[in-house]
């Protein structure tokens, strides 16, 4: 899946005079907190199926 580049379009927008500062201020704090959301759903899944593995009896390793 590729990722759209919402705030390309948004800088554009508001370029043109059609996004104002305060619309264009709280979507580029949207895509952050989206982002970091992210990461941190992905830093969950892997520390959560390590802790499985552990549990289940394999050895600890720091790669996948």
Known sequence: MQPVNHSGMQNKKFEVGILNSVDYNNSKKDLSNAESELLQTKFDYIFKTTVLDF??????????
């Open 55 to 64: 549990y289940m009896g394999k050895p600890l390793s720091l790669t996948k």
